[in-house]
């Protein structure tokens, strides 16, 4: 019997220090793919992903970086969405953050190459302006029920702190009981001087520029003029985007998906809660896979999920039945889950 499969890709953070080795471990059938993420990476006097991968002692100040963190990241999870077993069809891919360039290459919109050029020329791009930060903030309770209070109250807050001079915030990704905020260091330092502290938030992330605000401008336009030969093309299968829209085979308009790619998809909110919302009501799908590296956003799908009652889910509680009775959401990141869909 197929399983139908909606593929999430992975953003940044999500190769840490128990992923070292990951590529090793999980990908060795795909020589030919790393073998040209790596030639790329020495044309550029970079150090090779399986060269990163391999090494014996994970370094936080090299990994977090933007310009390794990404060709880690999307050489792990386009190997890991690549390995997907006969039994499932995939009816949708999205993905989070930078999870849409890899999204683009399992859905077929771009090659496994230029993906690779796209994911890491923009990661260099990042880390060499480095503008703003991120931090996040939880606004969900302990049955993963999203406060809807608290969380109007945190963007009245964003708001007012992004009208001050010499301050910029703003909200950069919606994760569903997690908010991510974006901004300079005023924005970002008023912010976390003003909201309660809640267990590890507000939180901020090492290594991340203000993604998806209007501070990446510059960013954006120097990833259009590198990558304006970049070879777009009507996705295989449908692909979600970070405003929850459904690029479809049929009729996609490629230029369009150009533009979204390195315009907006740079400067403005991510919406991943969305996206998720998306491909649950439009896909009804047996199921959800996560790629690897990581299993951290296993837990944002869920909270996604339940934001949007799928399947009558409203809580915590109503998740973790149904997936114990049909194990529904597969994070790749963990070893018995892999197993499932491998």
Known sequence: MTRRAVLICPGRGTYNAPELGYLKQHSP????????????????GQSA????????????NVYTRGDNASGLIYASAFCDGSSLADDIEVVAVTGNSMGWYIAMALAGAVSDQDGFRLVNTMGNLMQQSLIGGQLVYSVCDAGWVVDEVVK???LALVKQIDTKPGHDLCISINLGGILVFAGNEKG???FETTVPKVGHFPMRLQNHAAFHSPLQEVVAAQGRAQLADLRVSAPKVPLIDGFGKIWWPDGCDTKAMWDYTLGSQVTQT???ADAIKAAAQEFAPDMFIVAGPGNTLGGAVAQSLIACGWHGMRGKADFEAAQEEKNFLISMGRGKQRLAVT
């Open 29 to 44: 059938r795909f020589d030919a793919e790393l073998n040209g993420f790596d030639t790329q990476r020495a044309a550029l």
């Open 49 to 60: 992903i399986t060269t990163l991968d391999a090494a014996e002692k994970f370094d936080a």
């Open 152 to 154: 109007t109250g945190l």
């Open 188 to 190: 970002l330092a008023a």
């Open 270 to 272: 991510y919406d991943f």
